[in-house]
């Protein structure tokens, strides 16, 4: 275990190196000082519904500053294994812990450090916002002053002064989302599990829960399931996708992006007619396509190849008449796309 | 066990914050009273006692105490909030004891509601005041039966109207199985432990004792296991659903 530590804190600092004086300072503090760097271990998880098998053998760990984003179609199985990870079903094989409890005997003592918001946000429609949070709180264990200031603080920080009196039932889908987040922070857990905590929200509502999870999540572990791609690189800082209850991805949103084969290609946008037929000639570049609606031309570089440079000399060597440029990031739909089908089909195929 | 009071206080504050708790408070409430005064001839017995009272309560309860307690784990699982509550650091006996508990306050709460009948046999002559709270406490262990039978059932579905009717039936057998009738049909090919141990599991043969005043030790004895066997049994099915 010390080891480790040691292993966090050299991490740690060649981030520093990258960042400014004042952030590298907050980083070392929160890396020393995290009492518990809890860290989630799954282990051949499986869970098998009827014969149905929604998750299948996952095997990964979760470190602490780590926010993951489960992606998948649906019924792909982020919901079971979220599920799983909190301990409200028993997996079928396979075992989950966390450092060095066991989900299967010690779920209570798991429990208390994990803060969970379920799928569509299920709250007790019949008490008062207060009522509810308070009630949750009092379950978590906490109590007199302690109590108090906790409610206090989450209250304030997904912003239910006004409605703490009214009942949940006549409260709209936003306000539901908000409550259920509140109450997975109640006890300011070490990790935090939300099951599409932005699914149904309005744009300012969904950049307020990305602004949250992002401003909380420095020295927890944060796991979101989601179904929107840009959720994924606006928030997370890993990204699992599972497909048919196998883990078919794990890595950076940006190692995502680079597997798109629009990553590093240059769109470019002619004001008028000009003579293109030499940009797909330029060194790097593996193909010209021109979008016959809009008149982009898109040129998509070799795998790890750098073109803009070249493009960019093309241009002005030429005098080509360009009034849109832009370097592409990745598509990730098209890359999430091609993950999750792509080995179904070769499974079909074995079948 | 503060996470239990914690559970039965949210479960309290819930009858109420719905008309759940008023409306079976005062169907109990009237109920009782019709059957007291017009069908038990609460008067013209002339006695001053509470017996007519007592002794429609086994079918009160049969149907008042399903109805009430249908919702208890039918609706957590129904709005998903059963997810919600398993993912705290609840453990399921705890989550089970918090609602029964709830529930049975209520129960207690509609019977501390009838007390102006006991003050009427009061000021209309002498009755035995022992005899009354003796009857008092065994239709509340009683009606803790009916509960856990319900709150058991409730754990099944995730629909209320099944619940409500698979409960009543459950319920109805441990009534009627102290029956004549019921009796009758065993005595023909049955030996007599046979039929002692059936008519020993109705609910009639051990309150009717309660309802004169007995408060034996074998009957309170009775309705505590009733009670601690069906809870064990929903705490059982209730970790069975979340495995499922």
């Known amino acids: 275990m010390k080891s480790l530590n040691v292993a966090l804190l050299t991490e740690g600092g060649m981030v520093l190196s990258l960042l400014p004086p004042h952030k590298a300072i907050r980083y070392r503090i929160i890396n020393t000082s995290s009492k518990w760097n809890a860290m989630i271990a799954v282990e051949n998880l499986s869970r098998r519904f009827h014969g149905l098998t929604a998750v299948d053998d996952l095997t990964f760990t979760i470190k602490p500053g780590e926010i993951v984003g489960f992606l998948g179609p649906n019924g792909a199985g982020k919901s079971t294994t979220m599920k799983m990870l909190t301990g409200f079903l028993t997996p079928s094989s396979g075992s989950v812990s966390i450092d060095d409890l066991s989900m299967s005997t010690q779920a209570k003592k798991i429990q208390q450090r994990i803060g969970y918001l379920p799928e569509g946000a299920p709250l007790y429609n019949d008490m008062t916002v207060f009522q509810f949070l308070h009630f949750i709180a009092t379950v978590r264990g906490l109590k007199g002053a302690t109590r108090r200031q906790r409610l206090k603080h989450v209250i304030d920080k997904v912003a239910l002064q006004d409605v703490l009196n009214r009942r949940i039932e006549e409260l709209s889908k936003g306000f539901r989302h908000r409550i259920g987040l509140a109450q997975a922070l109640v006890h300011d857990p070490d990790i935090l599990i939300l099951d599409e905590p932005t699914d149904g929200l309005d744009p300012n509502q969904k950049h307020q829960v990305r602004e949250l999870i992002r401003a909380l999540s420095k020295e927890k572990i944060v796991i979101i399931s989601t179904h929107i791609l840009e959720e994924v690189t606006a928030v997370c800082n890993r990204t699992m996708i599972i497909a048919e209850g196998k883990l078919r991805f794990d890595g950076t949103p940006a190692e995502l992006q680079q597997r798109s084969r629009y990553h590093q290609a240059v769109t470019l946008h002619f004001s008028y007619a000009a003579d293109i037929s030499g940009l797909a000639e330029i060194e790097g570049v593996d193909e010209m396509v021109v979008d016959r609606h809009s008149g982009d031309v898109t040129l998509f570089p070799e795998p790890g190849k750098l073109i803009m440079t070249a493009v960019v000399e093309h241009i002005s060597?030429?005098?080509?008449?360009?009034?849109?440029?832009?370097?592409?990031?990745?598509?990730?739909?098209?890359?999430?796309?091609?993950?999750?089908?792509?080995?179904?089909?070769?499974?079909?195929?074995?079948? | 066990m503060r996470r239990c009071f914690a559970i039965a206080r949210r479960e309290f504050g819930s009858f109420f914050a719905t008309p759940v708790a008023y409306v079976y408070l005062s169907i109990f409430l009237v109920l009782s009273s019709v059957l007291t005064f017009f069908v038990g001839d609460f008067y013209h017995r002339g006695q001053a006692d509470l017996l007519p009272y007592f002794s429609f309560h086994p079918w009160l309860y049969l149907l008042l105490v399903p109805a009430f307690a249908m919702r208890t784990w039918a609706e957590e699982r129904k709005a998903g909030t059963i997810e919600l509550l398993m993912s705290l650091p609840v453990s399921v006996?705890?989550?089970?004891?918090?609602?029964?508990?709830?529930?049975?306050?209520?129960?207690?709460?509609?019977?501390?509601?009838?007390?102006?009948?006991?003050?009427?046999?009061?000021?209309?002559?002498?009755?035995?005041?022992?005899?009354?709270?003796?009857?008092?406490?065994?239709?509340?262990?009683?009606?803790?039966?009916?509960?856990?039978?319900?709150?058991?059932?409730?754990?099944l579905t995730r629909n209320q109207v099944v619940a409500f009717i698979v409960a009543v039936i459950m319920c109805a057998v441990f009534v009627v199985s102290g029956f004549e009738m019921v009796l009758d049909i065993f005595r023909s090919w049955a030996s007599n432990t046979i039929i002692d141990t059936v008519a020993s599991l109705s609910f009639l043969t051990h309150f009717d004792t309660m309802s004169r005043g007995v408060l034996a030790a074998d009957d309170i004895v009775y309705f505590l296991l009733v009670i601690t066997v069906w809870l064990y049994a929903c705490s059982i099915i209730v970790d069975e659903n979340r495995a499922a």
């Open chain 1, 317 to 351: 060597h030429f005098r080509l008449p360009v009034d849109k440029f832009t370097i592409e990031d990745g598509r990730l739909e098209d890359v999430f796309r091609e993950i999750t089908t792509q080995e179904s089909t070769q499974g079909e195929v074995t079948e």
């Open chain 2, 93 to 155: 006996g705890e989550a089970v004891v918090g609602k029964f508990l709830a529930c049975w306050l209520i129960l207690a709460l509609a019977l501390m509601m009838t007390t102006p009948l006991w003050l009427t046999v009061n000021y209309l002559g002498n009755p035995d005041n022992g005899v009354i709270v003796a009857a008092y406490i065994g239709s509340w262990l009683m009606g803790g039966a009916f509960l856990a039978i319900s709150i058991c059932v409730s754990a």
